[in-house]
Protein backbone atom coordinates (compact mmCIF):
# COMPACT_ATOMS: atom_id res chain seq x y z
CA UNK A 1 0.00 0.00 0.00
CA UNK A 2 1.33 3.18 -1.17
CA UNK A 3 0.37 6.07 1.57
CA UNK A 4 0.79 9.33 3.02
CA UNK A 5 1.28 10.53 6.39
CA UNK A 6 -1.78 13.44 7.16
CA UNK A 7 -2.81 14.40 10.83
CA UNK A 8 -1.32 11.07 12.28
CA UNK A 9 -3.63 9.11 9.77
CA UNK A 10 -2.28 6.81 7.05
CA UNK A 11 -4.44 7.41 3.81
CA UNK A 12 -4.03 4.89 1.19
CA UNK A 13 -3.91 6.67 -2.22
CA UNK A 14 -4.40 3.44 -4.37
CA UNK A 15 -7.79 3.43 -2.52
CA UNK A 16 -8.43 7.23 -3.44
CA UNK A 17 -7.67 7.21 -7.43
CA UNK A 18 -8.54 3.78 -8.51
CA UNK A 19 -9.40 4.90 -12.17
CA UNK A 20 -7.28 3.71 -14.71
CA UNK A 21 -7.48 5.86 -17.63
CA UNK A 22 -4.64 7.12 -19.92
CA UNK A 23 -4.22 11.06 -19.96
CA UNK A 24 -2.78 12.80 -23.35
CA UNK A 25 -0.41 15.28 -22.05
CA UNK A 26 -0.57 18.31 -24.34
CA UNK A 27 2.59 20.83 -23.86
CA UNK A 28 1.49 24.59 -24.30
CA UNK A 29 1.99 28.15 -23.11
CA UNK A 30 -1.78 28.49 -22.67
CA UNK A 31 -2.21 29.46 -18.85
CA UNK A 32 -5.50 29.58 -19.14
CA UNK A 33 -6.12 26.03 -19.65
CA UNK A 34 -3.59 25.76 -17.07
CA UNK A 35 -5.86 27.28 -14.68
CA UNK A 36 -9.04 25.64 -15.45
CA UNK A 37 -7.14 21.89 -15.39
CA UNK A 38 -5.77 23.16 -11.52
CA UNK A 39 -9.25 24.88 -11.07
CA UNK A 40 -10.58 21.04 -10.99
CA UNK A 41 -8.13 19.82 -9.03
CA UNK A 42 -5.76 18.25 -11.91
CA UNK A 43 -1.91 18.78 -12.10
CA UNK A 44 0.20 20.48 -14.62
CA UNK A 45 4.02 20.85 -15.27
CA UNK A 46 5.30 24.62 -14.94
CA UNK A 47 8.65 25.57 -15.69
CA UNK A 48 10.53 27.80 -13.15
CA UNK A 49 13.86 29.06 -13.55
CA UNK A 50 15.41 26.51 -11.35
CA UNK A 51 13.41 23.01 -12.64
CA UNK A 52 10.03 22.22 -13.81
CA UNK A 53 7.67 22.31 -11.05
CA UNK A 54 4.21 19.27 -10.85
CA UNK A 55 2.07 21.78 -10.04
CA UNK A 56 -1.74 21.14 -8.20
CA UNK A 57 -3.76 23.21 -6.12
CA UNK A 58 -2.06 23.77 -3.07
CA UNK A 59 -5.91 24.25 -1.11
CA UNK A 60 -6.61 21.18 -2.24
CA UNK A 61 -6.57 18.01 -0.79
CA UNK A 62 -7.19 15.73 -3.68
CA UNK A 63 -4.90 17.60 -5.80
CA UNK A 64 -1.94 17.24 -3.07
CA UNK A 65 -2.71 13.54 -2.60
CA UNK A 66 -2.28 13.12 -6.55
CA UNK A 67 1.28 15.00 -6.55
CA UNK A 68 2.33 11.99 -3.90
CA UNK A 69 0.80 9.76 -6.26
CA UNK A 70 2.14 10.80 -9.57
CA UNK A 71 5.76 11.45 -8.40
CA UNK A 72 5.92 8.01 -6.50
CA UNK A 73 7.13 10.41 -3.54
CA UNK A 74 6.93 9.24 0.19
CA UNK A 75 4.66 10.78 2.35
CA UNK A 76 7.22 12.19 4.16
CA UNK A 77 8.72 14.49 1.99
CA UNK A 78 7.02 17.69 2.16
CA UNK A 79 6.12 20.29 -0.77
CA UNK A 80 6.80 23.67 -1.62
CA UNK A 81 3.89 25.70 -2.01
CA UNK A 82 4.68 28.58 -4.88
CA UNK A 83 2.72 32.12 -5.40
CA UNK A 84 3.60 35.40 -6.91
CA UNK A 85 3.89 37.95 -3.82
CA UNK A 86 4.74 38.80 -0.61
CA UNK A 87 1.13 39.63 0.19
CA UNK A 88 -0.29 36.42 -0.72
CA UNK A 89 2.40 34.49 1.54
CA UNK A 90 1.50 36.64 4.74
CA UNK A 91 -2.15 35.40 3.99
CA UNK A 92 -0.54 31.51 4.36
CA UNK A 93 1.97 32.14 6.88
CA UNK A 94 1.17 32.10 10.68
CA UNK A 95 4.27 34.09 11.73
CA UNK A 96 6.63 35.98 9.58
CA UNK A 97 10.24 36.91 11.30
CA UNK A 98 12.06 40.42 10.65
CA UNK A 99 14.59 38.98 8.31
CA UNK A 100 12.01 37.38 6.27
CA UNK A 101 10.95 40.75 4.49
CA UNK A 102 14.15 42.40 3.38
CA UNK A 103 15.70 38.90 1.99
CA UNK A 104 12.20 38.43 0.27
CA UNK A 105 12.76 42.15 -1.27
CA UNK A 106 16.46 41.32 -2.75
CA UNK A 107 16.29 37.09 -3.90
CA UNK A 108 12.27 36.88 -4.67
CA UNK A 109 11.09 36.12 -7.85
CA UNK A 110 14.13 33.78 -7.41
CA UNK A 111 15.42 30.34 -6.20
CA UNK A 112 15.24 31.24 -2.97
CA UNK A 113 12.56 29.22 -0.50
CA UNK A 114 11.39 30.54 2.78
CA UNK A 115 10.44 27.92 5.52
CA UNK A 116 7.56 29.68 7.68
CA UNK A 117 5.33 28.67 10.05
CA UNK A 118 1.84 27.28 8.06
CA UNK A 119 -1.90 28.35 8.77
CA UNK A 120 -4.50 26.03 9.04
CA UNK A 121 -5.66 26.99 5.23
CA UNK A 122 -2.39 25.32 3.95
CA UNK A 123 -3.39 21.00 4.56
CA UNK A 124 -1.07 18.98 6.84
CA UNK A 125 -0.65 17.03 3.61
CA UNK A 126 1.34 19.98 1.74
CA UNK A 127 3.64 19.87 4.34
CA UNK A 128 3.68 15.76 5.25
CA UNK A 129 2.33 16.69 9.04
CA UNK A 130 4.83 19.53 9.83
CA UNK A 131 3.32 22.87 11.46
CA UNK A 132 5.56 24.92 8.75
CA UNK A 133 5.69 25.24 4.96
CA UNK A 134 8.44 26.24 2.68
CA UNK A 135 7.28 28.91 0.22
CA UNK A 136 8.52 30.50 -2.75
CA UNK A 137 8.03 32.85 -6.10
CA UNK A 138 9.88 31.30 -8.78
CA UNK A 139 10.52 34.01 -11.24
CA UNK A 140 9.82 33.00 -14.68
CA UNK A 141 7.21 35.28 -16.71
CA UNK A 142 4.76 32.46 -17.82
CA UNK A 143 4.11 30.40 -14.56
CA UNK A 144 4.17 33.85 -13.07
CA UNK A 145 1.57 35.13 -15.26
CA UNK A 146 0.00 31.74 -14.22
CA UNK A 147 0.21 32.71 -10.43
CA UNK A 148 -1.26 35.98 -10.92
CA UNK A 149 -4.60 34.87 -12.20
CA UNK A 150 -5.00 31.96 -9.91
CA UNK A 151 -6.60 32.51 -6.41
CA UNK A 152 -5.23 29.87 -4.66
CA UNK A 153 -1.76 28.91 -4.30
CA UNK A 154 0.15 25.76 -6.10
CA UNK A 155 2.12 23.19 -4.59
CA UNK A 156 4.83 22.28 -6.81
CA UNK A 157 8.04 19.46 -6.06
CA UNK A 158 10.12 19.04 -9.11
CA UNK A 159 8.20 17.32 -12.08
CA UNK A 160 10.47 14.23 -11.81
CA UNK A 161 9.41 10.93 -10.44
CA UNK A 162 10.58 10.49 -6.71
CA UNK A 163 14.71 9.79 -6.83
CA UNK A 164 15.33 10.72 -10.59
CA UNK A 165 17.02 13.97 -12.20
CA UNK A 166 14.78 16.74 -11.94
CA UNK A 167 13.43 18.03 -14.99
CA UNK A 168 14.92 21.61 -16.76
CA UNK A 169 13.26 21.13 -19.56
CA UNK A 170 9.58 20.75 -20.95
CA UNK A 171 10.47 17.15 -22.89
CA UNK A 172 12.43 15.60 -19.58
CA UNK A 173 8.93 16.36 -17.62
CA UNK A 174 7.16 14.48 -21.06
CA UNK A 175 9.48 11.94 -21.04
CA UNK A 176 9.12 11.13 -16.81
CA UNK A 177 5.27 12.06 -16.39
CA UNK A 178 3.92 11.70 -20.11
CA UNK A 179 0.49 9.84 -19.98
CA UNK A 180 0.05 10.85 -16.04
CA UNK A 181 -0.72 14.65 -16.76
CA UNK A 182 -2.74 16.55 -18.92
CA UNK A 183 -0.56 19.60 -19.52
CA UNK A 184 2.83 20.73 -19.13
CA UNK A 185 3.52 24.86 -20.07
CA UNK A 186 5.99 25.01 -22.48
CA UNK A 187 8.67 27.94 -20.67
CA UNK A 188 11.51 26.91 -22.47
CA UNK A 189 15.04 25.47 -20.79
CA UNK A 190 15.57 26.45 -16.97
CA UNK A 191 17.92 29.44 -16.44
CA UNK A 192 19.53 28.29 -13.07
CA UNK A 193 18.63 24.53 -13.19
CA UNK A 194 19.54 23.43 -9.77
CA UNK A 195 16.31 23.33 -7.11
CA UNK A 196 16.19 26.65 -4.72
CA UNK A 197 17.91 26.88 -1.68
CA UNK A 198 15.25 26.52 1.51
CA UNK A 199 16.37 28.33 4.18
CA UNK A 200 14.93 28.48 7.92
CA UNK A 201 15.40 31.04 10.36
CA UNK A 202 16.17 30.50 13.71
CA UNK A 203 16.20 33.82 16.04
CA UNK A 204 19.26 35.73 14.64
CA UNK A 205 20.06 33.19 12.67
CA UNK A 206 19.61 31.29 8.64
CA UNK A 207 19.98 27.84 8.39
CA UNK A 208 20.45 26.72 5.04
CA UNK A 209 18.46 23.27 4.65
CA UNK A 210 19.11 22.84 0.83
CA UNK A 211 22.10 24.09 -1.50
CA UNK A 212 20.93 25.44 -4.55
CA UNK A 213 20.14 28.49 -6.83
CA UNK A 214 20.95 30.98 -4.23
CA UNK A 215 24.43 30.91 -3.01
CA UNK A 216 25.30 30.88 0.57
CA UNK A 217 27.80 33.90 -0.61
CA UNK A 218 24.76 35.84 -2.05
CA UNK A 219 22.81 35.75 1.38
CA UNK A 220 26.34 36.24 3.31
CA UNK A 221 27.05 39.67 1.55
CA UNK A 222 23.46 40.42 1.50
CA UNK A 223 23.39 39.65 5.45
CA UNK A 224 26.75 40.45 6.09
CA UNK A 225 26.18 40.46 10.28
CA UNK A 226 23.61 37.33 10.20
CA UNK A 227 25.24 33.92 11.16
CA UNK A 228 24.21 31.81 8.34
CA UNK A 229 24.44 28.30 8.51
CA UNK A 230 24.14 25.26 6.37
CA UNK A 231 23.14 21.92 8.20
CA UNK A 232 24.41 19.83 5.64
CA UNK A 233 23.30 15.86 4.62
CA UNK A 234 21.17 13.24 6.40
CA UNK A 235 19.12 15.62 8.63
CA UNK A 236 15.44 14.82 7.52
CA UNK A 237 15.13 18.79 8.14
CA UNK A 238 14.56 18.96 4.90
CA UNK A 239 13.83 15.21 3.56
CA UNK A 240 14.43 15.77 0.07
CA UNK A 241 17.86 15.88 1.29
CA UNK A 242 17.44 12.14 1.09
CA UNK A 243 20.78 10.16 -0.14
CA UNK A 244 19.43 8.68 -3.21
CA UNK A 245 18.29 11.54 -4.99
CA UNK A 246 18.75 12.92 -8.60
CA UNK A 247 20.23 9.86 -9.35
CA UNK A 248 20.71 8.58 -13.37
CA UNK A 249 20.08 5.28 -14.25
CA UNK A 250 23.74 4.61 -15.14
CA UNK A 251 26.10 4.44 -11.52
CA UNK A 252 27.34 7.59 -11.29
CA UNK A 253 31.17 7.76 -9.20
CA UNK A 254 31.63 11.38 -7.52
CA UNK A 255 35.45 12.78 -7.59
CA UNK A 256 39.05 12.90 -8.75
CA UNK A 257 38.34 11.58 -12.39
CA UNK A 258 41.85 11.25 -12.72
CA UNK A 259 42.01 8.07 -10.07
CA UNK A 260 38.60 6.99 -11.06
CA UNK A 261 39.38 6.57 -14.35
CA UNK A 262 41.73 4.20 -14.85
CA UNK A 263 40.86 1.00 -16.25
CA UNK A 264 37.62 1.85 -17.39
CA UNK A 265 35.90 1.59 -21.00
CA UNK A 266 36.61 4.34 -22.95
CA UNK A 267 33.91 3.93 -24.96
CA UNK A 268 31.42 2.69 -21.89
CA UNK A 269 32.79 5.43 -19.55
CA UNK A 270 30.51 9.00 -19.31
CA UNK A 271 32.35 12.46 -18.42
CA UNK A 272 31.04 15.08 -16.42
CA UNK A 273 33.58 17.95 -15.71
CA UNK A 274 33.99 22.07 -15.52
CA UNK A 275 35.90 22.50 -18.70
CA UNK A 276 38.65 19.35 -19.02
CA UNK A 277 38.53 16.92 -21.88
CA UNK A 278 39.98 13.76 -21.10
CA UNK A 279 42.08 11.99 -23.99
CA UNK A 280 41.49 8.47 -22.41
CA UNK A 281 37.47 8.51 -22.66
CA UNK A 282 35.98 8.66 -26.25
CA UNK A 283 34.85 12.28 -26.81
CA UNK A 284 31.31 11.34 -27.68
CA UNK A 285 30.64 10.63 -24.08
CA UNK A 286 32.37 13.70 -22.58
CA UNK A 287 30.30 16.63 -21.11
CA UNK A 288 32.05 19.76 -20.13
CA UNK A 289 29.46 21.56 -18.13
CA UNK A 290 31.33 25.23 -19.46
CA UNK A 291 34.06 25.95 -20.70
CA UNK A 292 34.94 29.12 -19.55
CA UNK A 293 34.64 27.27 -15.66
CA UNK A 294 31.49 29.61 -14.89
CA UNK A 295 29.60 27.82 -12.09
CA UNK A 296 26.35 29.61 -13.14
CA UNK A 297 26.85 27.97 -16.47
CA UNK A 298 27.65 24.48 -15.37
CA UNK A 299 24.70 24.18 -12.81
CA UNK A 300 22.19 25.20 -15.35
CA UNK A 301 23.66 22.71 -17.62
CA UNK A 302 24.47 19.81 -15.12
CA UNK A 303 20.73 18.11 -15.12
CA UNK A 304 20.17 18.12 -18.59
CA UNK A 305 24.01 16.23 -18.80
CA UNK A 306 22.85 13.57 -16.49
CA UNK A 307 19.88 13.17 -18.86
CA UNK A 308 21.64 12.89 -21.75
CA UNK A 309 24.46 10.61 -20.14
CA UNK A 310 22.08 8.13 -19.13
CA UNK A 311 20.34 7.75 -22.41
CA UNK A 312 23.74 6.44 -23.74
CA UNK A 313 24.09 3.43 -22.09
CA UNK A 314 27.53 3.78 -20.65
CA UNK A 315 28.68 1.08 -17.46
CA UNK A 316 29.62 4.51 -15.50
CA UNK A 317 29.52 7.88 -15.38
CA UNK A 318 32.69 9.98 -13.48
CA UNK A 319 31.43 13.21 -12.14
CA UNK A 320 34.27 15.57 -10.86
CA UNK A 321 34.12 17.16 -7.76
CA UNK A 322 33.21 21.04 -8.93
CA UNK A 323 35.07 24.26 -6.65
CA UNK A 324 33.31 24.75 -3.78
CA UNK A 325 32.12 28.17 -4.40
CA UNK A 326 29.03 29.83 -5.82
CA UNK A 327 26.52 27.74 -7.47
CA UNK A 328 29.70 24.73 -7.05
CA UNK A 329 28.54 23.69 -3.88
CA UNK A 330 25.23 22.74 -5.16
CA UNK A 331 26.51 20.93 -8.25
CA UNK A 332 29.03 19.19 -6.04
CA UNK A 333 26.30 18.20 -3.02
CA UNK A 334 23.40 17.35 -6.59
CA UNK A 335 26.07 15.29 -7.85
CA UNK A 336 27.12 13.54 -4.30
CA UNK A 337 23.71 12.26 -3.69
CA UNK A 338 23.56 11.15 -7.25
CA UNK A 339 26.51 9.05 -6.97
CA UNK A 340 27.07 5.59 -5.64
CA UNK A 341 30.48 6.49 -3.46
CA UNK A 342 28.80 8.96 -1.51
O1 LIG B 1 13.43 24.95 -7.12
C1 LIG B 1 12.57 24.36 -6.46
O2 LIG B 1 12.44 24.54 -5.26
C2 LIG B 1 11.66 23.39 -7.21
C3 LIG B 1 10.77 24.19 -8.14
C4 LIG B 1 9.73 23.37 -8.82
O3 LIG B 1 10.20 25.26 -7.45
N1 LIG B 1 10.92 22.59 -6.32
C5 LIG B 1 11.49 21.60 -5.59
O4 LIG B 1 10.59 20.84 -4.88
O5 LIG B 1 12.66 21.36 -5.59
P1 LIG B 1 10.94 19.42 -4.26
O6 LIG B 1 9.66 18.85 -3.81
O7 LIG B 1 11.70 18.62 -5.21
O8 LIG B 1 11.73 19.75 -2.98
C6 LIG B 1 11.03 20.21 -1.87
C7 LIG B 1 11.85 20.09 -0.65
C8 LIG B 1 11.48 18.86 0.12
O9 LIG B 1 12.22 17.76 -0.30
C9 LIG B 1 11.81 19.24 1.52
O10 LIG B 1 13.11 18.86 1.79
C10 LIG B 1 11.74 20.75 1.53
O11 LIG B 1 11.50 21.16 0.22
N2 LIG B 1 10.63 21.19 2.37
C11 LIG B 1 9.34 21.34 2.05
N3 LIG B 1 8.63 21.76 3.10
C12 LIG B 1 9.50 21.88 4.13
C13 LIG B 1 9.38 22.29 5.49
N4 LIG B 1 8.21 22.65 6.01
N5 LIG B 1 10.49 22.28 6.24
C14 LIG B 1 11.68 21.93 5.72
N6 LIG B 1 11.85 21.54 4.44
C15 LIG B 1 10.78 21.52 3.66
MG1 LIG C 1 12.88 17.25 -6.16
Known amino acids: MRSVFANAKIIDLDSIFAEKYILITEISRDIFKAKELLSQGELVGIPTETVYGLAGNALNEDSLLK ?9 FDPLIIHTDSFEKIKAYANEIPDMFEPLFNKFSPGPLTYVVEKKKS ?25 LKILDFPIAAPSANLFGKISPTSPQHVYNQLNGKIPL ?16 RFNKDEIIVLRLGGTSIEELHDFLPNIKITYKSNHQIDAPGQLRSHYATKTPLLFGNIEENIQ ?69 NDRLKRASINW
Open 67 to 75: IYKTKNRPG
Open 122 to 146: ISDIATSGLKTMAVRVPNHDLTLDL
Open 184 to 199: ILEGGNCNIGVESTII
Open 263 to 331: HKNPDKTGIISLSKLFPEINNSNQRQLSVINDLNEAAKNLFKVMHELDTLNLEIILAEEFPEKGLGKAI
